[in-house]
Structure formats: C-alpha cells, structure tokens
C-alpha cells in the first residue's frame, strides 16, 4: 500500500511511495506527529539519479524489518534535495561540520523541532569497511533518546547555535578590481592540471564557471595563458569518456584524473552550462571541436531532457539494466570489442575500437570500455566513422534507457534558456532559439504567479508545493534576459525585472548581503546563505550577474548598486578560492568592462543587414555585454529609445560607462568595438 508520498510531484519521492517505511513529506505535521508521539525525526535526503540513494533504499527501505523498526520508533521524512534545496543546504552544512565531509544520501536524526543531533551519509544494512550498520544506527538513536535525552538535546543545541554563528559576516562592500582577478587568474593557474586540462585531483568536475571566467578574462586583457586552460580544459573533457562520444552531452563528473571514466548520471544544469561554455568558446577562437560539442550538447539536451510541457527534465539516471534485469551503472553507455563486432562487423569493429578507445582488458568494469576519442595518428575517414556512430547509436537506442527525472527545476530551466537561445542565435538554429522559447513560456504560465513569484518545481504539467529559492529568480532572470538580446522582445526583459524587483526586496539585506531563501520563506534552523559556486552558480553570484545585465539593458541604477554591493564577496572570495566562485569572477569581469550595451536597429527585424549587425553582435566577446535589437523609433527595449538609422541604413550602437562610441552601419567596425582588449 502507497505511503503519503505518493502524492507527491517529485520523481525521488514517489521513488519510495511504495515502500514499507511510512514517509512523511517535509511538513509542519510530520514534526507535529513526531512531538505527539515523542519520537525522533529520521531525515533522509537524496535526488532520483543518486546511485547510492538507490542502494541505500534497496538495502534499507525496501525491507520490511527494518521498516518496521523506523515506523515503532521514528518519524520518517523524506526530502528531494533539488526540490527543496534549503532543507539540504542547512543540514548538509551540519554534517559536514560534525564529520568534514558530506554527500547524499544524506542521513540526519532530528528532535520534533528539527534540530540535528546525529549525522551520516550511506549506512550499509550491516557493519562492513568501519562503517555501522544501519540498524545499529537506529537502535542506538532510539537508545539515546530514551535514556540520554539531556545529553540529546544539549548536543542538538549546541549544532543549531553553532550554525547560527557561522552567518556570513559581510562587510566588505567594495567591488573587486583588476588586483583581485589577477590573483584568482593565478591561483586558478596552481591548481591547474597541464597533462589532463581541469583542476584538482580525481573525482574531476566539469568547471564550467571557471571556464567562463577564463574567457571572459582573455576577452578583456588578452591573457594567452587564460585562454590556454579553458581552451585545453574544454578539449580533454570533449575527447574524454565524460563526454558522450555517441549521443552528445556530458556526465556528471570524472571518477579519475583523465576523464576516463564518468559518473554516468546526465544533469541539466551542467549540460547547460556546459553547452554554454563551448559556444563561447567557439565564439571567442573559432574552434570546430567547441562548435560540434555545443551543438551536440544542444540536440541531446532538446531529444532527451525536453518535456512535453516544452520544459526540460532534471537528469537522466547513472544505471539502466543491463539486459539481465539487474541494474548497473553505465550499462547503456559502455561497449566491449565483441559488442562492436556484432553491430558493426569485423573490420569496422576494429576501427571503431581504435578510434574510441575500446580495449580488450576494458577501461571500465568487465572488461567493457567507456568511449573516449584518443589523440589519432594519421588520417581517420569522416564518412566511416560517421556511419560508424550512427550504427553504434541505433544499437545502443535499443538498450533499456536509464530511468529520467522528470520534474522541471526553475533554476536549471533558465540556464539551459539562455544555453539554448544563445547557441541557437550563433549557428543560426531557430530550432534551437524555439525550445529555448517554449521552456520561458513554461516558465512564465506555470512557475510564475500573478505577483511574479516564483514555484521550484513542476512535473507533467503540474505545479510543486514548493516556493523558488535565490538562484530560481537569479537562472532564470538569465535566461530571459539571454532571450531578450537574441529575439529582441521586450517582454522578456519586463518579466527578468519582475524576478529581479523580488530578489531587491525579499533576499537582500540592508547591507547588500544576499541570503538563499526569502524573507518570508519558512522558517529553518538558520536561513541558507552561501556565495560559492557547486555544481551551478551559487543563487548570490548569479543575482549578480543577472542584475548587472539588467541595469546594463535599462539603465537601472537600483539594480546596478545591487550588482556592485553583491560583488564584494568576489572581492573577498577570488583570490583565496577561486575555483569555488567562479561565477562571481565571471560577473566581475563584465562589471571591468562595463558591460558594454549595445543596440541594433534596422528598417524591419528580417532585413538581411540587420540581422547581420545583429549576429556580429550577439558573437562580440566582450565580458557580459548586453545586446537589444529592433526597428528605429522601438520603445521594445531601452536600448533603443532614440536610436536612428544612419543614412537609411542599419546601424549599430555601443556605450559603455555612460560614453557612446560613434554609430556605425559597418559590421567589421562592430566587432571591433567587441572584442577591444584592454591589456
């Protein structure tokens, strides 16, 4: 019988609806029962594409013992960290306090007034590599509460006080200037891997917004060594197994060095933000590889991820079954030589073996390979092995597809927005312009109220519970305003300052100082507040962003002075730990420049010339310019009040700092003015 989770929206509650373990959503009445009954809460949050969140509710949830036990002696709650990513925020912050490591899933015992008193991540069923098992757990929770309740509640105290006083002191209100981004430039450079591109040790991310960085600070001094990491970085990941070689689109994350071996689960966000990144990058170096991979990045996110609501699904899952019935990890991705002779034939087989690194011994488990693209010696035939990866590809379309999260998170939907419409707008793919276009009008019929509040999630249609946090408004006030400098529609540009207007008011304090959830949020342990950058732009860094754009398009100086005061934590936070603030570098990079604001009109927006001084405008390099287009005498968008046509023709403005250059009807002349450098 389905448990109360079944009426949920989200795709990792309903994963456990049908367990013996009666879960309670998060809710004011789950810790009314927990009080009623005088019981611990037992907190347990994950995500649906989290391997070990499915191993842990194999072992643990699925079985009727243990669930039994849970059910006599706790309150069980089960929480979707995308969904709610405050409750996982402030919890999260405690584990890692109480233990200096943290992960989902993440397993926290709470008092019935949500206080933490005992943390963990994965409890095996039974004790094995030092670790507890789990019912060994519960029983000595359960024991503790019973006879050591003082001690419980001194320790719950203590964490909740402690959390308190790590609110972040921000006093620093000044901006960072070239000092500052010097200094990241050159810790980003000690970290940096030469012989593999990327940063750190193993597990290797995708560093998507230092990526950004790097280009926009090579767009703006001419550094050849800013661009030599991004360039070499965006290289070794593409020809890497994180990438997918056949289908296009990047895995969550290396588990080695060399980006051979993937986390096999697909997220949104960083494909998004990826596709971003290698269209800037083609954009600033003209790089086939950027070009293919963006493109490819593009396709996988529209054919696999893309509702039919026109929103985009949240993950794609790291296991499938592997023909057996049993699940397994990267089973639809990975190929052993025998699997390449049965679809391609022998001498193709051995090709398609070199050419993607297929190996006898196996670069992956059992003797299977993940498909990389090597350094290739010699000539390769483009049309064999494009066969070759379109067979490859109709053969691995009958595997059993890993299982997709279909809830669409507000956040992630407004970076592949502006990921979508950008690309779509440099190659010259309307289609790709047009799914960016569906996934705004979702946003905006669904997510969006009539006071322009923002909900976190939706799923089939249906809106969630759950009210958005800063990086909701931030993303998608992002991808809106990407969308009003390629479609050159207004309207866009009026609902990024609706989102934008509610996080002045209701995430800002008097100091400038930005929080993660709003004022008027609920209450939690302590209200979320975190500048660095994880998996995406932290919601402060992307506020920033978001706000200095939108001033930079309308001359808003609220929304300036916000962008500015926001930017002081970079000041603060570049130089000592760069790779985590990336965003917020990027964001500064643009404050450097300006941004410069630029503004196109033309006699009709079709006019062949004006969309070619439109297109020179969209590809300028310019850290964070800003782009409006229209017909002469347009009030579509500021940019464009009193801009006239020179001598009939299509032409083009630049300001930048309050100082306009001449107009010019010149595209050449243009993207001069777009890619000056100042070093």
């Known amino acids: 019988m389905p448990n109360r989770l079944a009426h949920e929206t989200s795709p990792y509650l309903l994963q456990h609806a049908d367990n013996p373990v009666d879960w309670w959503p ?81 397993t926290v015992f709470l008092t019935p007034e949500a206080a933490p008193f005992y943390f963990g991540t994965y409890f095996p069923p039974s004790p094995r590599h030092g670790m507890p098992g789990f019912r060994q757990v519960l029983e000595g929770v359960r024991q503790a509460w019973a006879d050591r309740r003082e001690e419980v509640a001194e320790v719950a105290g203590k964490i909740v006080r402690d959390l308190a006083g790590r609110e972040l002191q921000y006093g620093d209100t000044r901006t960072p200037g070239e000092d500052e981004l010097a200094q990241a430039l050159l810790g980003l450079t000690r970290e940096y891997d030469p012989q593999r591109g990327g940063f750190g040790g193993a597990p290797k991310f995708p560093p998507s917004m230092v990526l950004e960085f790097l280009l926009r600070h090579h767009a703006r001094t001419g550094s050849e060594g800013a661009l030599q990491m991004a360039q070499d970085t965006c290289e070794r990941m593409a020809r890497g197994g994180i990438y997918d070689q056949l289908g296009g689109g990047f895995a969550r994350y290396s588990v080695d060095r060399d980006w051979v071996v993937p986390h096999f689960e697909k997220m949104l966000y960083d494909n998004a933000l990826l596709c971003r990144v290698y269209a800037h990058l083609w ?126 998170v507000a956040a992630w939907n407004g970076l592949a927005v502006a990921a979508l419409a950008e690309t779509g707008a440099y190659f010259d ?84 100082a930005l929080y993660d959830t709003a004022a008027d949020a609920e209450k939690l342990i302590r209200r979320p507040q975190d500048p660095t950058d994880n998996a995406t732009p932290s919601g402060w860094t992307a506020a920033a962003g978001a706000l200095l754009s939108y001033a930079a398009q309308t001359g808003s100086e609220p929304h300036r002075t916000a962008a500015e005061r926001a930017l002081g934590v970079v000041k603060a936070l570049g130089p000592r730990v760069p790779r985590f603030v990336g965003w917020g570098l990027a964001v500064a990079e643009a404050f450097l420049d300006g941004p410069r604001e630029v503004a196109v009109v033309g006699p009709a927006l ?23 287009v229209g017909t002469a005498g347009s009030e579509e968008l500021p940019l464009l009040a009193d801009r006239i046509l020179v001598d009939g023709e299509p032409t083009a403005y630049i300001c930048r700092n309050f100082t306009c250059d001449a107009p010019t009807t010149d595209p050449e002349r243009l993207r001069n003015g777009l890619s000056f450098r100042e070093g």
């Open 429 to 512: 793919r309307s289609d790709l312009v047009e799914a960016a276009i569906g996934a705004a009008d979702l946003l905006v019929r669904l997510h969006m109220d009539e006071r322009a509040r923002l909900a976190r999630t939706s799923k089939d249609g249906r809106v969630g519970a759950h009210t958005g946090v800063l990086e909701d408004y931030a993303d998608v006030a992002e991808g809106f305003l990407a969308l009003a400098s390629v479609t050159g529609e207004g309207v866009w540009l009026e609902f990024a300052g609706f989102l934008l207007d509610h996080v002045l008011v209701r995430f800002t304090d008097d100091s400038g």
């Open 26 to 106: 998060w809710s004011e009445e789950a810790f009314e029962e927990a009080r009623r009954r005088d019981v611990p809460v037992l907190l347990s949050v994950g995500y649906s594409s989290c391997h070990w969140c499915h191993v842990m509710a194999h072992e643990s949830f699925e079985d009727g013992a243990t669930a039994a036990y849970l059910n006599e002696h706790f309150v069980s709650v089960k929480v979707d960290r995308e969904e709610r990513p405050d409750v996982d925020a402030v919890y999260m912050e405690a584990v890692q306090a109480a233990t200096g490591q943290g992960g989902w899933p993440m």
């Open 283 to 408: 954009r600033a170096t003209g790089s086939g590889l950027a070009r293919r991979v963006a493109l490819e990045t593009a396709d996988f996110m529209v054919r696999e991820l893309r509702t039919k609501e026109g929103g985009f699904a949240s993950a794609l899952d790291a296991d499938s079954d592997d023909g057996s019935g049993r699940h397994v990890e990267g089973a639809a991705y990975v190929w052993t030589p025998a699997q390449l002779e049965e679809v391609l034939g022998p001498e193709d087989a051995e090709l398609a073996a070199r050419y993607f690194g297929v190996t006898d011994e196996g670069t992956f488990e059992q003797g299977s390979s993940v498909l990389q693209l090597p350094q290739q010696e010699g000539v390769v035939d483009a049309e064999r092995i494009a066969s070759i990866r379109r067979r490859l590809l109709v053969s691995r379309a009958e595997r059993p597809a890993p299982g997709r999260d279909d809830k669409v």
């Open 606 to 628: 079709d006019d062949p010339a004006t969309r070619a001084l439109h297109r020179t405008a969209l590809l300028g390099t310019a850290p964070g310019a800003v782009v409006a």
